[in-house]
């Protein structure tokens, strides 16, 4: 089954409707452009002439092939029949069904219908049909013209070869195809919970300020840190897709709304669009403080563990000694230790070693940011300037597990581990979908090479034996390779 030279119908004009028959004309379709909305395909098409004019003045597009685009987008006030239909209207489930229903009164029986929505079951909106093995999701990522993801989403009647048609056009189109099972969130809306539920718990917990806590993630190659990006996408919506999220899985624990967001919610404090969410705008974040340190000193250093982490160590310093074996990574600077985390507060590593010295905790060290979290137990006057001197930006957060990176990182892979557990995406899907959906700097299972299945299974199931609850359950996809 092929799809290249289909007649296409576009049903809603919004953003995602005009955005979708932009791409599909540029790539050689005839388009017909409907909304239910009078005079609404019209005036989207006038809107898309002036954007293809920009793209030709800016020397992104010839004026030909503009002109050639925008020729091929035809407004109609009414339902035409295609070969292949996308909907992009309001998502709300009765009202998709009864567009389908429209449609396969109008459309022949070959005919696919594909589905924009980010939320609402495959499978629920296809009940009904009398086709149902036509019906394909195909969610695009705003802006569609730029953002390369398509998530082609089959459910439970979905024929394969249906599914596999729509895959190919979305790279004939120039897009990166990635194919889902129907379960809530899809893919990257599932994996990306984490992100923001994380940060979230940090701030409950008064753990850190948003400023850190944005500044710690960013400084490992995230484009916006989860605070200001939930500013971005307003906490009116965030919320609204947590909640979506946690009752679709029968409100599994891990899906948990945040109390924190709720009160930002309440408050109409709903981030760039209100003037204020975590931060005031336009201002935004504020600075966060240089540091001024010295050089530590000690009379007896020792290099513990080995990777990178380590190697770096020894790189600062040089004149200490190294030792592999120990069973963790930092540095020991006469009764201090300097540790990368591995899920235990400071406080815990040092009860373990019965208060014999100072303990310092920092973070996963990703991306070439400098700002990284740390914590201490028992005061050792300027742990950070011990970090300092690997080039980093020591950033004082309150000793919680995990800390602010390795445990977003962690509880990352881990849902996407149990994504494909689920059959609802492939690894390489996974890292796809999260690099080009929401541009994270690495995917999932990419993090997961190079931190280790050991690493990241010790680290939830230290989350999890200290918070004690269904968040922090390890994937049993992690716990089968960690064997």
């Known amino acids: 089954m092929t799809l290249n030279d289909s007649r296409l119908l576009i049903v809603g004009a919004g953003l995602m409707g005009a955005g979708i028959a932009q791409v599909a004309a540029q790539a050689g379709h005839e388009v017909s452009l409907f909304d239910a909305r009078a005079g609404a395909a019209a ?3 006038a ?5 293809l004019d920009g793209l030709a003045a800016k020397g992104k597009l010839t004026s030909e092939a503009a002109a050639a685009t925008l020729a091929r987008i035809t407004p109609v006030d009414t339902l035409v029949s295609a070969d292949v ?3 992009a209207i309001v998502e709300d489930l009765d009202v998709k069904r009864a567009l389908f229903a429209e449609l396969e009164a109008l459309l022949p029986s070959d005919a696919v219908i594909a589905t924009n929505t980010s939320s609402i079951s495959v499978t629920a909106l296809a009940r009904g049909m009398q086709h149902p093995e036509r019906l ?5 990522f705003n802006p569609v013209p730029l953002m390369k993801l398509v998530e082609v989403v089959s459910g439970l009647g979905t024929s394969p070869d249906v599914a596999q048609a729509v895959f190919d056009l979305a790279g004939r189109w120039g897009k990166t195809a990635v194919h889902a099972r129907s379960t809530p969130g899809f893919i990257v809306n599932r994996i990306a919970r984490p992100y923001y539920a994380e940060a979230l718990m940090l701030l409950q917990e008064r753990a850190a300020a948003p400023e850190v806590i944005d500044a710690c993630l960013r400084a490992a190659g995230f484009r916006m840190g989860p605070c200001e990006l939930m500013d971005l996408i307003g906490h009116d919506t965030n919320f609204a897709v947590t909640n979506s999220v946690f009752a679709a899985n029968f409100f599994d624990r891990r899906f948990t709304p945040s109390l924190v967001q709720q009160e930002l919610v309440d408050a109409g404090f709903l981030g760039r ?3 204020r969410g975590f931060y005031r705008y336009p201002e935004g974040a504020p600075a966060l403080p240089q540091d001024g340190l010295s ?3 000690a009379q007896r250093l020792i290099v513990h563990g080995h990777g990178r982490v380590a190697d770096r160590f020894a790189a600062a310093f040089p004149q200490a000694n190294r030792n592999i074996s120990s069973g963790w990574i930092g540095l020991e600077a006469d009764d201090a230790q300097i540790r990368l985390t591995d899920g235990r507060t400071a406080l815990e590593i040092a009860a373990e070693r019965q208060m014999r010295g100072p303990v310092v905790v920092f973070d996963l060290p990703l991306g070439a940011g400098t700002d990284l979290a740390y914590s201490q137990a028992i005061n050792l006057g300027s742990p950070a300037s011990w970090l300092a001197s690997l080039g980093f930006t020591p950033r004082e957060v309150a000793d919680v597990p995990g800390l602010v990176v390795a445990r977003t990182i962690a509880m990352l892979v881990n849902e996407a581990a149990d994504a494909v557990q689920q059959g609802v995406c492939d690894e390489a899907g996974a890292d796809a979908a999260m690099k080009l959906g929401v541009n994270y700097p690495a995917g999932p299972f990419e993090w997961l090479a190079s931190w280790g299945f050991d690493a990241v299974v010790t680290l939830l199931d230290r989350l999890d034996t200290h918070y004690r609850g269904e ?3 390890v994937s049993p996809y992690l716990r089968r390779h960690a064997i």
């Open 43 to 45: 005036a989207a098409k």
């Open 47 to 51: 809107k898309l002439a002036q954007t």
């Open 85 to 87: 239909v996308i909907e």
């Open 136 to 140: 394909v999701g195909m969610h695009f």
């Open 273 to 275: 669009k209100s003037g």
């Open 295 to 297: 050089r530590p000193d």
């Open 471 to 473: 968040r922090y359950r």
